[in-house]
């Protein structure tokens, strides 16, 4: 019998797109405020008791918390939005759900952005009230269940359907330019290898408190040009631009090292004209 996996956030980007494929590890209960299964009414997570009621209808083993709150911008401006989305679900399920393993999907927003290459290892600074809230959920998992916590730092994730692809797709099909910045670096992930990587730390029997999954370093405006290439645009319509100052969240760096993933499970993100090559063939069939 495979695992009993309490997938969170179940109708967000990361937690839809990962139903399925963790469905072939065991029993995937998905739930979010709005969506349950027949047997588990849909949850808010952020009030204890209802997360106290969703323990006593399933008892999973491992959780997978993708739920939670990226908007940058409301979290600025009302911190206790991330405060609820994104630490106090992550209370709730440890204090509901005490001895089972939960892998928390985190963010490269816990780092200051301005070197880029960050390992595990590396002092977080976060510089934005949604990193901040990221930062104390990572901090509260690992002093509470330090055996159990697992945060998964993940960078931009794409497939064909992500914000930034999806710009593209409409402003230089409609034969538009983009100004992208070549001096904004980072590290975006795409979506099949980040899966994968989710596969194998549900299948360890033992995981890192940290790990970085996340795909190679490059700049928005060298991924923009593989964006153009793969996708058969004219390279001009990408214009390089160069960072100045103005408000968050874009850094000079917020690159990510992936040697423990390597490591502990095999990691190997593929190289981002590679999967561009296949995001475009998939939208020609």
């Known amino acids: ?6 997938l969170t956030g179940a109708d967000g980007y990361v937690g839809s797109r990962l139903a399925g494929p963790l469905a072939t590890r065991g029993q995937v209960v998905a739930v979010s405020r709005r969506v349950g299964t027949e047997d588990v009414p849909p949850c808010d997570l952020a009030d204890r008791a209802a997360v106290a009621a969703l323990a006593d209808r399933v008892a999973p083993t491992v959780i997978v918390h993708a739920a939670g709150t990226k908007d940058i911008k409301a979290c600025e401006q009302h911190p206790p939005i991330g405060f609820d989305a994104n630490v106090r679900t992550t209370l709730n399920l440890l ?6 393993p939960l892998l928390y999907i985190s963010t490269d927003y816990v780092f200051a952005g301005d ?3 960050y390992t595990e290892d590396d002092p977080v600074a976060p510089r934005t009230a949604y990193g901040r809230t990221k930062v104390c959920a990572e901090q509260v998992g690992l002093l509470r269940a330090p055996d159990e916590f697992c945060a998964v730092r993940v960078s931009a994730l794409y497939d064909g ?9 409409e402003t230089l099909g409609a034969g538009r330019s983009v100004d992208c910045y070549d001096d904004a670096f980072y590290s975006p992930t795409y979506l ?4 994968t990587a989710v596969q194998r730390l ?3 029997e033992s995981r890192p408190g940290v790990v970085h999954v996340a795909g190679p370093r490059v700049s928005r405006y ?3 040009c593989a964006y153009a290439e793969a996708f058969g645009h004219a390279s001009r319509q990408v214009v390089p631009s160069r960072l100045g100052p103005g408000p968050l969240p874009l850094f000079p760096d917020l690159s990510l090292e ?3 993933a390597r490591s502990a499970l095999g990691y190997k993100p593929t190289p981002h004209d590679e999967a561009l090559d296949v995001l475009a063939e998939r939208r020609t069939v």
């Open 1 to 6: 019998m495979g695992d009993v996996i309490l």
């Open 95 to 100: 204090d509901a759900f005490p001895g089972v």
């Open 115 to 117: 070197r880029g290459r």
């Open 161 to 169: 359907d992500a914000t930034f692809l999806r710009f593209l797709r």
């Open 192 to 195: 099949p290898d980040f899966v």
């Open 202 to 204: 549900i299948d360890a």
């Open 222 to 224: 060298a991924f923009a």
């Open 258 to 260: 992936t040697g423990r």
